[in-house]
């Protein structure tokens, strides 16, 4: 008896071949369910085709303006550099490091060039010399923005005048700004690193008026590098100005005594002074030329330290080397109508065949 039920046991292989078995059968059966309705599957096929091409069709010409660009960080003082620096620091003058802010470094700029500030500046500056359109202005008018606008109680007619002294902005032209800016920045400006390893940035900007993709995108390049010069070098610039103003007022100084020293041995030589008188004079060319002295000797220490300002501004100010730039014409860019009928096609079928199967397993369920 024992052997007989040990015998009887199903072993794994037979296990995996009944479930093969099983498996084979029930695709058959669902192959047979669904060769039925195999009309009805090629009409949502075809419908979807349709509906793919037709969407194609309606999709605009679109431009895309791209530029590539590397960042070369300036040197921070070091070395000799810095033994300078230290000598210059006993006069009470700060000639270190720059700004080392850090804004382009690593993944940052990806975010720095995403910012709405910067979006927005872009946007709010002239178009181009021939008119004073704002680029703002530009982009309502292709997108048929205005339009859309006008026919609002709540907006009316606005226009974007381009930034500068004396211009304010109401309430609703900030609050339009802010939505063209959020759809630019999440659909149509893009920027990346096409090598990780590399430190080439690629900036690009995709609309569908080619010369405001190609504007946009040198304007949004030019702005961000005008702002990270700025910050980079804010500090060691502010040295080299306080260093300047020094210089030129010692200057001044030490011109004015010259005049005055010069003044006093003329008069001295030209006129024939009681000897008692003389006494007063010669204390006064002493006293002249004691200032002199001592304003000359300053500034040629304040004129050393100013140069060294500059040299380490010039060490800590970046290059943005620009490595590609867009060229008119812009690449034009088209949704493939064939490609885009046949993936809706596809999709239409794929989902009416899940929709009998999930049909046909809830009635088995049910009953």
Known sequence: MINDQTNNKPTAGDSDEISLKELILKMGEWYRYLKTKWKIILIA?????????CYAWMQPITYTAKTTFVVE????GGGS???????????????????????????????????????????????????????ADKYTEVYE?????????????????????????????????????????????????????AGFIEVSTTMED?????TYCDRILEAAVKRYMAVKTKRQKSTVDN????????????????????????SSAAMDINPLYKAGTTVAVETTTRDKTILVTMFGEITKNLELAKFTLSQ??????????????????KVS??????????????????YFIVQKTFRRILL
Do not use: H
């Not at 096929?45 to 091409?53: A, E, M, S, T």
């Not at 080619?210 to 190609?214: D, G, H, R, Y």
């Open 316 to 333: 800590e100010t970046p290059a943005i080397q620009i490595v590609d730039l867009s060229g008119m014409p812009l690449k034009k860019e």
């Open 81 to 135: 550099l810095a033994g300078l620096a230290t000598l210059a620091g006993q006069f009470g003058v700060d000639v270190g490091g720059g700004g080392g802010s850090g804004l382009m470094s690593g993944d940052n700029i990806l975010l720095y060039f995403k910012s709405a500030s910067l979006a927005r500046e872009v946007l709010l500056s002239k178009y181009n010399d021939n008119s004073n359109q704002s680029v």
């Open 145 to 197: 923005l205005k339009e859309a606008w006008e026919k609002n109680r709540k907006i009316g007619k606005v226009n974007f005048p381009v930034s500068g002294a004396g211009v304010i902005y109401t309430r609703l032209q900030d609050s339009l700004v802010q939505v063209i800016t959020e759809k630019i920045i999440k659909k149509q400006f893009s920027i990346s690193k096409p090598d990780k390893k």
């Open 73 to 76: 960080e300036g040197k921070s």
């Open 45 to 53: 096929g075809f419908l979807g085709g349709v509906i793919g091409f």
């Open 243 to 266: 260093l300047q103003a020094r210089a030129d007022s010692i200057m001044a100084l030490l011109n004015r005594k010259t005049a005055t020293s010069a003044a006093i041995q003329s």
């Open 337 to 354: 109508r064939l490609k885009t009928g046949i993936i809706f096609s596809l999709l239409f079928s794929f989902f009416l065949v899940l």
């Open 210 to 214: 080619e010369l405001l993709a190609k």
